[in-house]
């Protein structure tokens, strides 16, 4: 039975890792995937789902106004799945079309991204998500300074400072944010004294 699923994670817990995992084992299994990332992440290259520990994949991407449904469904070849990398990029719409393509078309749907940002706040697409996913995963990862759970994503400005206001999107990789547990996003003032902790 097709289901929507939301992992989700702070920076660096291997999300895209994970979809190229699974991209992987649909692939030698002779299903057809459809792998999506958003056309907002531009820090390796668009159209690629790129993880830190150096494995890549092309993906198709999407827009504030693509109709993710009506693509899904123009392709020759229906997928057995649709993978969607940074999904805390989707709008309401896009979530409610996944939802669509699961329900209706019997695909289905694994969306992987952030569910807060650097203000602690919920991504849009990540609030839905979390509101219509039939199936809800945390993707776990360690602190940057310390052994605790990373729960939030921790911005610096390029002095190393704590950026606790601002515009929410704000590409970046581990130059700009670090995964962070509750302790450490309150206590940090500087990226050089966090790693002396």
Known sequence: ?????FHYSTMAAGKSMEIIKVAYNYDIQ????????????????????WSRAGFEMEAYTYAH??????????????PASVLIDEAQFLTKEHVLQLTDLVDNHGITVMCYGLKNDSFNELFVGSEYLLIYADNIKELKTECWFCHKKATMN???DEDGFPVYEGKQIDIGGNEKYLPVCRKCYKEVTHLKQAQNL
């Open 1 to 5: 039975m097709a289901k929507l699923f």
């Open 65 to 78: 106004d693509t109709n993710i449904a009506d693509f899904i469904l123009s392709l020759e070849k229906q």
């Open 154 to 156: 921790m911005r610096f």
């Open 30 to 49: 002779g299903k057809k995937v459809v792998t999506l990332t958003s056309q907002l992440d531009d820090r390796f290259e668009v159209g690629k789902i």
